[in-house]
């Protein structure tokens, strides 16, 4: 038995979290940030701006693995705090339903969904914010658009990975299919 106690529970070595990549489905949740009007109607989509470790520029969404022992409504807020801010005042809904399960594999057009580095099952969401978002980690700025403009071809291209179609599949799920 070792002697050594575990201080940060959840977290994988960046070794361990490297073999488990390439043996298991690492689990995650992905958030759609939205502005909301007083019916309820998406008016915004927040995108987050980034830079790659290669340089390129690119949108996203809210990203981030659930940790183990973790609920998934905690990974949820833990995320959204993370890549929004902790003013930002995310509303997540009392169900935790997913507007979908995207399935990111490492090989290119198995789903539309694709991860270089692993095997992730990702639960998707859209969360209406009410509050001020200042992006922070590795994510340089917030844009908001409308959702016509989320769907266009310029800004869909600007998303790797397949999350222009979760994008997408988003927008059509709160009644705005393009």
Same mark, same amino acid.
């Given at each position: ?19 488990? $990549? ?5 689990l &995650? ?5 939205v ?16 830079? +790659?470790?290669? +340089? ?13 022992h973790?609920? !998934? ?13 902790? !003013?930002?005042?995310?509303? !997540?809904?009392? *169900? ?7 399935? &990111? ?7 539309? &969904?694709?991860d270089?580095? #692993? ?5 998707? &969401?859209?969360?209406?914010?009410? +509050?001020?978002?200042?992006?922070? #980690? ?18 869909? *291209?600007?998303?790797? +990975?397949g $999350? ?15």
């Amino acid at each position: 038995m070792s002697d050594m106690i575990e201080t940060t529970p959840g977290w994988l070595s960046t070794d361990e979290l490297e073999l488990t $990549r390439g043996r298991m489905p690492i689990l &995650y949740v992905e958030a759609v940030p939205v502005r909301v009007d007083d019916t309820g109607e998406v008016t915004s989509i927040g995108l987050l701006l980034r830079i +790659g470790p290669d +340089g390129t520029v690119s949108r996203t969404l809210v990203s981030g693995r659930v940790l183990h022992h973790e609920r !998934v409504r905690d990974a949820l807020l833990r995320h959204l705090e993370k890549d929004l801010g902790p !003013v930002a005042l995310p509303r !997540v809904p009392a *169900s935790l339903q997913p507007f979908t399960v995207a399935e &990111y594999f490492p090989t290119a057009g198995i789903t539309p &969904y694709h991860d270089p580095r #692993q095997h992730a099952v990702s639960l998707a &969401y859209i969360v209406p914010v009410t +509050g001020d978002c200042r992006p922070r #980690q590795d994510a340089l700025d917030l844009v908001w658009f409308s959702p016509q403009e989320a769907a266009s071809p310029a800004v869909q *291209s600007e998303m790797p +990975g397949g $999350r222009g179609v979760l994008l997408k599949q988003a927008l059509a799920h709160v009644g705005h299919a393009y």
